[in-house]
């Protein structure tokens, strides 16, 4: 195999590896966590490899052919930054699949379990890897579907549901925007690709439609990666069991938005909007994020709130447009990945062992978990940006680009400060309160955990320092790399953990100087950050509540007037509607057929022509309905002898066939109907009936003389007349264009005969008592009734 | 319907109906027919037996349930445009081929197999309506 076969199996692996997953959970129980965490491995070691050559600056592409009709191909692109995500994406992607093997031991339903995480994985792998346009639509929006699967998994509570629901409807939502915005692109430019697009910058900024493609994919990075103010599915998306949550925050969805803006960087990037738009946003989401953590008393609600702060600084960072920004991007998400991984598995442990998340009845742990203990303060410093973790380097990386005497950066860097030393409070609220003090009484009996729990947390935490100590090696295979690709252009990442003195160190040393303040006034903080929200009151969340709401209601006034049981009042609306179609343009547009030349009519043609007449006369002026149905024959054979007239047997042949029919199904449906024999009604209520009768009689006259006005132009009845004997072998064209010219659309066309046989036959079964009625679907009647 | 006349006469007018049918689908390339108007002409050969002798007798005449019949034409009428994929020519081409039986050559071809299916498509849908409509009383 090459290495493009290998690669298109590696993206496939996880994917088969989900359809493996509940059969082999079933044979080795939670020990299956072992082998399906060679999936993600393996994904590892394959890209891993592809390291050193793209370090030299050569992106690997390949991929195969998907519709070319539309010219779409499956098509990959590795670079700096796709192969940074990768690596992150598979490698804790392994640690967490263990995780799940121990934290959920014994789950009914944990080779389910496996499975949507192993498909979350392969959906995100794709999304970061893809190169086409459309293959990154479809991986994001299968990792939207994923991940509600993930969210609702304890499907049986509520919450969990409508976390799930609520995920997926924002940021499912946001993935049509991107949508739109790639084919903006796809418009200014031309190319399907990111790799051909990359050039194409000063044309794409150049363009009219930029601010439109701009915010049309802003729409969608930043609901994926909950910036305010679409952040709050993220906090509810805690619901889910703590592996998903600890994948979900670190590596995977939330940077997914991160990880397009980044991608388009170089394509939208460096504009006065762009500079605006994503620090502003960042910068808010930030501050916002982190005062809502330091509310929270659930260590779990704690450190999803941190993660909405730091994809605030990471998206204000990505369009901050100053030196060193990018650098201080790559790092920072780089870091964030390690600690944050770590700190959700940690808060997932003490869950797990004691039994509670909440921070005020947890205290005095180290004796008995010191291992978690000693891997959560790890995490916790490198949260910290404290010495010697790899959260130090990107933060004085991050204070390197603030660090500047004009007042945007003056402003920001105020920002960033305040939110990283909240962000500084509870790292060390999240993993130290809980082990310091005097052991307060939980739940259950602590103890330390088991090697699958701790496995997964302790690497990360490792890997943070490991990280930060061999940082030459790193920056030169993985930070460079990325941050050029990020900027376009070679960049070169050189900080390390020797001290420069100078205004980062400083920054850094105010940041903790508050967040050491902040820890040991948390409880009064918290209380007055919940004061605070608590006057304000309303928030996006129950927003989308009462937007879900007022969809139910209105959709429920919709179809209670439309579809309101009656036969009679969906005809007329029909009828009234096609009238209205038929009559209205023509008058409005001014395209009323002229008066037509009538041509001498032989006798036996007008002869025809006035059975018809007296046939619809026939119609209605019958006594029962049994003789009207029948005259309705009446004029339907007259107009099967005027096609034969006029010399098109085919057509008269099925219209003498379909009229015999009619008359007889028609008779059979109103035996069925158990209607009265006659129409009872009097003359002024079947009035409106026949004016819409005739409405609709004239629209459709007035079209034919229109239609037979316009030039006929020939060339498909010359093409068939010539072709149909040479090419098809039929002199009959009617017939050859139904089963051979055209033979695809009859395919169609009798698939819909069948279908439409299968629907009658099922609804004349219907019996009425046994259908639900629409009322019993009111929005208002079930919120009333619970 | 209990006329004696017209019960005697029915099955006559059935089975020549049913034999015109097949007449004009097979017809249908070179003269006026087809699948569709021959599926048509046995769907009125049918309703004309069951309005003479009741819906459970047609139904025990065509063996197969309608809609079974329909779904075989479909079926048919689908694999007859993929054979095409076979020959490695696109969907849907008519393929022909002339075999010579007793000295005369009959043309066959995937585009016949495909109005066939067209054929029982219309009989077995529009008979299943027209037979669901006339048995009211054992649903």
Not at chain 1, 369 to 374: D, G, I, N, R, V
Not at chain 2, 13 to 25: A, E, G, N, R
Not at chain 2, 54 to 72: D, K, M, N
Not at chain 2, 98 to 119: A, H, K, N, Q, R
Request: proline content about 5%.
């Amino acid at each position: 195999m090459n290495v493009t076969d290998l690669t298109f199996l590696a993206l496939c692996l996880p994917f088969l590896g989900a359809l493996f997953a509940p059969l082999l959970t079933r044979m080795l129980g939670h020990n299956a966590a072992w082998v399906l965490a060679l999936i993600p491995a393996a994904i590892f070691v394959h890209f891993a490899g592809f390291t050193a050559e793209i370090a030299q600056g050569t992106p690997i592409t390949g991929g195969y052919t998907w519709v070319p009709s539309f010219n779409v191909r499956f098509s990959w692109l590795i670079d700096g930054l796709s192969l940074s995500f990768i690596l992150l994406i598979s490698g804790i992607g392994a640690l967490i699949v263990l995780y799940a093997g121990g934290y959920l031991k014994g789950h009914a339903h944990q080779g389910r379990f496996f499975s949507f995480l192993l498909m979350f994985m392969g959906s995100m792998l794709g999304l970061v890897a893809s190169d086409s346009f459309l293959m990154l639509f479809v991986f994001w929006e299968l990792t939207s579907i994923t991940s509600f699967l993930l969210i609702g998994f304890d499907h049986h509570r509520e919450a969990a549901r409508r976390a799930a629901f609520q995920a997926l409807v924002v940021t499912g939502g946001g993935g049509l925007f991107l949508l739109a915005g790639l084919i903006v692109l796809w418009n200014i430019s031309g190319v399907t690709q990111f790799s051909a697009l990359m050039s194409l910058g000063p044309m794409v900024k150049a363009s009219p439609l930029y601010l439109a493609a701009l915010v049309l994919v802003l729409g969608g990075a930043f609901t994926k990666s909950a910036q305010f103010p679409f952040h709050f599915w993220l906090p509810n998306a805690m619901e889910a069991p703590t592996p998903v949550s600890a994948y979900l925050h670190s590596a995977t969805m939330v940077k997914a938005g991160v990880y397009l803006l980044m991608r388009l960087n170089p394509v939208l990037g460096d504009t006065p909007e762009w500079q605006l738009i994503l620090p502003v946003f960042g910068a808010a989401t930030l501050v916002i994020g982190a005062l809502l953590a330091v509310r929270q008393t659930d260590l779990k609600l704690m450190l999803a709130y941190t993660t909405m702060s730091s994809l605030g600084l990471l998206v204000m960072l990505t369009g901050f447009g100053v030196p060193y920004a990018i650098e201080a991007a790559v790092l920072y998400l780089v870091a964030h990945s390690l600690f944050k991984g770590a700190l959700f598995m940690v808060a997932g442990i003490i869950d797990h062992e004691t039994g509670t998340r909440d921070v005020t009845r947890l205290g005095g742990l180290r004796t008995a978990m010191p291992l978690t203990f000693a891997i959560a303060l790890a995490a916790a410093i490198s949260m910290g940006g404290l010495p010697p973790f790899f959260g130090f380097l990107a933060k004085e990386e991050v204070y390197a680009a603030l660090s500047s005497s004009d007042p945007r950066s003056i402003v920001f860097a105020v920002l960033v400060i305040t939110g990283n030393a909240l962000m500084f409070a509870i790292a060390f609220a999240v993993a130290l309160k809980p082990f310091s003090g005097k052991l307060v009484a939980t739940p259950k009996h602590p103890h330390e955990a088991p090697v699958l729990l701790w496995l997964g947390p302790a690497v990360l935490a490792l890997a943070g320092l490991v990280a930060a100590v061999l940082s030459a090696a790193g920056h030169a295979l993985i930070s460079t790399p990325m941050a050029s690709a990020i900027a376009g252009e070679p960049r070169v990442i050189t900080i390390s953990l020797v001290p420069h003195i100078g205004v980062p160190l400083a920054l850094s040393g105010i940041t903790g100087v508050i967040g050491i303040a902040l820890y040991l006034g948390l409880a009064r903080v918290r209380a007055g950050v919940a004061s605070v929200l608590a006057w304000i009151g309303w928030g996006p969340d129950r927003g989308f509540d009462q937007a879900i709401r007022g969809l139910v209601r209105f959709s429920f006034a919709v179809t209670r007037r439309l579809q309101n049981g009656r036969l009679d009042s969906y005809m007329t609306m029909t009828f009234t509607a096609i009238a209205a179609v038929l009559l209205v343009p023509p008058f409005v547009f001014g395209e009323l057929a002229l008066a037509p030349v009538f041509p001498s009519i032989p006798l036996h043609e007008l002869a025809i022509m006035v059975i018809a007449v007296i046939g619809l006369f026939a119609v209605v002026l019958a006594k029962d309905r049994l003789t009207a149905i029948v005259s309705l024959g009446i004029q339907g054979f007259s107009v099967a002898v005027i096609f034969l007239l006029y010399g098109a047997p085919d057509l008269a042949f099925t219209q003498f066939m379909i009229e015999t029919l009619a008359v007889v199904i028609l008779a059979l449906v109103m035996t069925r109907l158990r209607l009265s024999p006659s129409d009872h009604r009097p003359f002024r209520e079947t009035l409106p009936d026949a004016a819409i009768a005739i409405a609709c009689g004239l629209g459709a006259g007035l079209l034919l003389l229109k239609v037979t006005q316009v030039p006929f132009d020939t060339a498909l009845s010359d093409f068939f007349a010539q072709y149909s004997k040479t090419i098809a072998h039929g002199a009959n064209i009617v017939n050859v264009i139904i089963v051979d010219f055209r033979g695809t659309d009859t395919l169609g066309e009798i698939a819909v005969v069948m279908i439409a046989g299968l629907a009658i036959l099922s609804l004349v079964r219907l019996r009425a008592g046994s259908m639900r009625r629409i009322a019993d679907n009111d929005p208002d009647a079930e919120e009333a009734g619970r | 319907m209990k006329s004696l006349i017209f019960r005697t006469i029915t099955p006559v007018i059935t089975s020549v109906m049913m034999l015109f049918s097949i007449f004009v689908l097979l017809r249908g390339h070179n003269e006026p027919g087809g699948g569709f108007i021959g599926g048509l002409i046995a769907v009125a050969a049918l309703s004309i037996y069951g309005i003479a002798f009741g819906g459970e007798t047609v139904r025990r005449a065509i063996v197969f349930h309608p809609l079974s019949i329909a779904g075989a034409g479909l079926l048919l009428a689908t694999l007859s445009g993929l054979l095409s994929m076979v020959f490695h020519v696109p969907f849907m081409t008519g393929l022909w081929v002339y075999p010579v039986v007793f000295g005369e050559e009959i043309p066959l071809s995937s585009v016949m197999t495909f109005d066939i299916g067209v054929y029982l498509v219309v009989v077995g849908a529009v008979t299943s309506i027209a037979l669901s409509l006339e048995e009211r009383g054992e649903d």
